[in-house]
């Protein structure tokens, strides 16, 4: 079965740097966009970043170009590295894949999130 699991949250302060990662298994991982996103309290769901099977990506334009998404489909697993930070970007992030190859598909399946908190 798909399997996602986050690690890398934690405790930063702000202008400081976080890289979360997500390791995956159960399916072809190489033939699957993946995705961040990231829920904070008391709001909804939100992406943060979308990698294509072929590499391609796309940022929320909130973001500010602060973070990086990347993968490495020999160890299944795609990152996320987070310059910068800000409070507003405390959440739990998710790693998702998606149900196909490219950017315009959705998510499909979900990690159990990992917390990212940061202080100001």
């Known amino acids: 079965q798909v399997q996602l699991v986050e690690s890398g949250g934690g405790l930063v302060q702000a202008g400081g740097s976080l890289r979360v990662s997500c390791t995956a298994s159960?399916?072809?991982?190489?033939?699957?966009?993946m995705g961040w996103y990231r829920q904070a309290p008391g709001k909804g769901r939100e992406l943060v970043a979308t990698i294509s099977s072929g590499g391609l990506t796309y940022y929320s334009e909130s973001l500010e170009n602060r973070f990086t998404i990347s993968r490495e489909n020999v160890k299944n697993s795609v990152s996320l590295q987070m310059r910068n930070l800000k409070p507003e970007d405390t959440a739990v992030y998710y790693c998702a894949r998606h149900r196909g190859p490219s950017l315009q598909t959705n998510p499909e399946y979900w990690g159990q999130g990992t917390q990212v908190t940061v202080s100001s």
């Open positions: 159960g399916f072809a991982f190489g033939m699957y966009a």
